[in-house]
């Protein structure tokens, strides 16, 4: 074991056993008795003594470092190559056939189009090869267990099931997702325009029932949100604002009792919901008014 030299202020030596130079302690690495030089130096000798294959042109030569893969000449192509896109040799996508140079060493399409495409013809391959999804082919409901001709590659319903699983899939979803919920709503109540399209959508929805057909209610009635927005504004009293949508309604001048309509295509639906029938009401005072005429238009 090397000897330890007191030096005054500069601290304590050591003496190595390779060089035999006395060198500070800092050279050393922990429990060795040879300086850091001196062990790099036997590294490098005995790694010019090794001999790798170059990953890309398979020549053998010795490695300058212990990381080393690719020759002198070939390690510039690298280099440039890793300048383009990804830094991968091109390859061919298995769905359209066109070269390309991939982002990673595992990609094998050109974009998300052909893998998509390839994958999806994959499924319906397998599906075919089951024989069990193809059209035509008798299925048996998962509601009541009849057996149904299948329409639809995707079809787990019979018809007369289909809307009632409709229901039943849309509760199970609110079961499973009331943090969904609770931002849907929280996000209709801070937007002005999300409270006012929800209101008018329930509004006539509670009018026509099943026969709105799910359209928009703005290609029923003929005009859009923003045109229903500026009306209401422009008869905005003091205190009513978007913030405080809480304190009135969207009244009817003319009340939709006195209109009689079944579907939008009658007359007196567009007349009931006409932007002219519509004014910003203060809440006590449209639950006063109840179904009764006020004004004359």
């Not at 470092?65 to 690719?70: E, L, M, N």
């Not at 267990?145 to 995707?154: E, T, V």
Request: charged residues 35%.
């Amino acid at each position: 074991m090397g000897e330890f030299v007191y030096a005054g202020d500069a601290g304590l030596f050591r003496l190595c056993d390779c060089c035999e130079t006395i060198k500070l302690v800092n050279s050393f690495r922990p429990k060795h008795n040879t300086c850091r030089r001196c062990i790099n130096s036997e590294r490098r000798s005995k790694r010019g003594t090794r001999a790798i294959s170059c990953v890309e042109c398979g020549i053998v030569v010795s490695p300058a470092t212990s990381r080393q893969k690719y020759c002198e000449n070939c390690s510039v192509e690298v280099i440039k190559r890793r300048g383009c896109k990804g830094g991968h040799k091109p390859r061919v996508c298995l769905e359209c056939l066109r070269d390309f140079i991939p982002d990673s060493s595992a990609q094998k399409y050109c974009s998300i189009e052909c893998r998509n495409t390839d994958e999806n013809r994959k499924i319906r391959e397998k599906t075919i090869e089951r024989g069990g999804n193809s059209l035509g082919a008798v299925f048996s409901c998962e509601l009541c267990g009849q057996d149904a001709i299948r329409k639809s590659p995707f079809a787990r319903f019979c018809e007369g099931c289909r809307s009632e699983a409709r229901k039943i899939g849309r509760a199970n979803w609110r079961i499973r997702n009331p943090d969904k919920i609770r931002e849907r709503k929280a996000r209709y109540r801070k937007d002005p325009r999300n409270r006012l399209d929800n209101r008018m959508g329930c509004a006539i929805w509670q009018c026509l029932r099943d026969e709105k057909g799910g359209w928009r209610w703005e290609s029923l009635v003929g005009y859009t949100l923003d045109e229903l927005m500026r009306h209401l504004e422009s008869q905005f009293v003091d205190g009513m604002s978007w913030s405080n949508m809480d304190e009135w309604h969207v009244d009817h001048r003319i009340p939709k009792s006195l209109f009689q309509y079944e579907t939008p295509d009658c007359p007196d639906f567009k007349r009931a919901w006409a932007l002219t029938n519509l004014q910003p009401l203060w809440k006590l005072d449209n639950l006063k008014k109840g179904a009764k005429r006020l004004y004359l238009v």
